[in-house]
């Protein structure tokens, strides 16, 4: 028996399709007691923050979201519309992979972009 596979949507099959889809954002999920929900925001912040200061050192973004990130506002959020193309497959093949670190491990430093360092030079050499 044959799986079926579906092609990926490329960058601008989904920006035609999804205008406002989300690449990150600082929201997070609601913890049992407000200490944990602050603790909860913080580590959010940092990983988003410091993914966004990654990909707009990197150029992949079609301006400047946040001039100060990796300290960016609680409610920030990044749309592919405000990404390169490239950031798609950035996305699926790497980005998904750092964040694994924080599900493994919620203590993970965030200021550690060595797998998106890797991975983005890995994708840019074909």
Same mark, same amino acid.
């Given at each position: 028996?044959?799986k079926?596979?579906?092609k990926l949507?490329?960058?601008e099959e ?5 205008p ?10 609601q913890?049992a007691?407000?200490?944990?929900n602050e603790q909860?925001? #913080?580590?959010t +912040?940092?990983? !988003?923050? *410091? ?6 050192d990197?150029?992949?973004t079609?301006?400047?979201i946040c001039?100060?990130?990796p300290?960016?506002?609680?409610d920030l959020v ?5 990404l390169m193309?490239?950031? #798609?497959?950035? +996305?699926r093949? !790497?980005? *998904?992979k750092?964040y ?9 430093d965030?200021?550690d972009?060595?797998?998106l ?9 074909g």
């Amino acid at each position: 028996m044959t799986k079926n596979k579906r092609k990926l949507m490329t960058y601008e099959e989904i920006f035609e399709k999804h205008p406002n889809l989300i690449f990150a954002t600082t929201s997070f999920f609601q913890e049992a007691t407000p200490e944990l929900n602050e603790q909860s925001r #913080l580590i959010t +912040k940092g990983i !988003v923050g *410091n993914l966004l200061k990654f990909i707009q050192d990197y150029g992949l973004t079609r301006h400047v979201i946040c001039a100060t990130a990796p300290d960016i506002p609680d409610d920030l959020v990044i749309y592919y519309r405000d990404l390169m193309p490239e950031s #798609l497959e950035f +996305k699926r093949q !790497v980005v *998904n992979k750092w964040y694994g670190r924080f599900e493994r491990n919620m203590h993970a430093d965030p200021t550690d972009v060595r797998i998106l360092e890797k991975g983005l030079a890995k994708l840019r050499a074909g």
